[in-house]
């Protein structure tokens, strides 16, 4: 029995991966669970998996659940009450305290490094659905998963594809490797066409049912920008040897070109639950997870060069890798902040890669080998992406 501790268990990974853990209870038992705000949401989670330990970041939240936890009957709760926790520091103990053998880390942003940190430092095995925390800090994330001797296993759906293509393989007789991208809700369309577009139109994604934030990266390719650097990161390419093509189908999830030409590619039916029950069963498979990819009713899979000046955030991100210290953790910073001011109707949806180019330009490049750097290039960002926004409003 595998022992699982979800951080952002009430978003769209969080959600798919205790659907899976539900499925495969013989197999898999929740030990903690954390969340941000979604206090009745997680109730309903406390009740059916019986975790033992739970942490709202949120505190007026988990006041709130810790009154609910106390007050009710125990046999909702086989007889033992879970710990509630409260605030940053109680979803970093959750993610640290429990016994788990692995810690799916699906908290969204910038808030998901510190805890995905703490779980490496307890020896635990990460699934790793929180981009941002290898775009921010990678070097550190690196260096403390080899001390404790922990895997990092990838968890979006592309890195997932590269882990499973490039196992057992050479890193040396690797060519490069591709990433794919739906190309999202405005594939085709030019930046003129882009300027009045509404949050509603920006979050109907063609494909993946995804959180509010990742699905406007997704339309403006920030995204498969942070994806690129992530992939630096896990895999040890450089951003001359990773490539990103517009698949719209998104069936092939990612490939693998190796120096003779031949490629290797996975593909599955776009479901998140593929690549989460990869990571919690690895090195093992489990039957049935996914509904099968009939290539004859699919019939054609088509492919596409990124459209860079429409979609500029993308070579932003490969700016940012190639010149590396702090400059990935101010884009990152940067893009959550315009995402939220985007979501908040504050800003147009071209105004987000307009900004992003400004702070690039702006910051002066530190190193990214402690934290205080990294989080004073991130808060440096996020005032000035603030005081820009005031600015040309």
Request: charged share 25%.
């Amino acid at each position: 029995m595998k022992k699982v501790t979800i951080l952002g268990s009430t978003g769209s990974i969080g959600t798919s991966a205790l659907e899976f853990i539900g499925a495969n209870r013989d197999k898999f038992s929740i030990v903690g669970l954390t969340a941000n705000t979604a206090t009745e949401k997680l109730k309903k989670q406390i009740i059916d998996f019986k975790p033992n330990i739970v942490a709202m970041a949120d505190s007026v939240c988990a006041k709130e659940l810790q009154d609910w936890v106390s007050s009710s009957g125990k046999g909702i709760f086989n007889g033992r009450r879970p710990d509630v926790l409260s605030g940053d520091e109680g979803v970093c103990s959750t993610a640290s305290s429990t016994d788990a053998h692995i810690v799916i880390s699906s908290i969204v942003g910038s808030s998901g490094l510190n805890p995905t940190l703490a779980a490496i430092r307890a020896g635990k095995d990460i699934g790793l659905a929180n981009k941002e925390t290898l775009v921010m800090a990678g070097e550190i994330v690196k260096r403390e998963a080899l001390k404790a001797g922990v895997k990092i296993l990838p968890v979006d759906s592309e890195h997932n594809a590269i882990f499973q293509c490039l196992e057992g393989r050479k890193l040396e007789e690797v060519y490069r490797i591709v990433l794919t991208a739906s190309g999202g809700p405005f594939l085709g369309k030019t930046m003129e066409q882009l300027e009045e577009v509404t949050v509603k139109d920006a979050l109907k994604h063609p494909n993946w049912s995804m959180g509010s934030k990742i699905t406007i990266d997704s339309a403006t390719l920030m995204n498969k920008g942070l994806e690129v650097i992530e992939a630096y990161h896990l895999f040890g390419f450089t951003g001359d040897k990773i490539a990103v093509v517009i698949h719209p189908q998104s069936i092939i999830h990612s490939m693998v070109e190796f120096i003779d030409g031949g490629i290797l590619a996975q593909l599955s039916v776009p479901d998140m639950k593929g690549p989460i029950a990869h990571a919690l069963a690895y090195p093992n498979r489990v039957k049935g997870v996914l509904k099968r990819c009939s290539l004859t009713d699919i019939g054609s899979l088509t492919f596409f060069k990124p459209d860079l000046k429409t979609f500029p955030c993308l070579r932003y991100a490969f700016d940012a890798l190639n010149e590396g210290g702090t400059m990935p953790a101010v884009i990152n910073a940067a893009n959550e902040e315009l995402v939220g001011l985007f979501l908040k109707e504050y800003i147009k949806f071209n105004d987000i890669p307009v900004i992003i180019e400004h702070i690039m330009q702006r910051h002066k490049n530190m190193k990214a080998d402690n934290l205080e750097n990294i989080y004073w290039a991130d808060s440096w960002a996020r005032e000035t992406v603030l005081n820009r926004v005031r600015q040309i409003k």
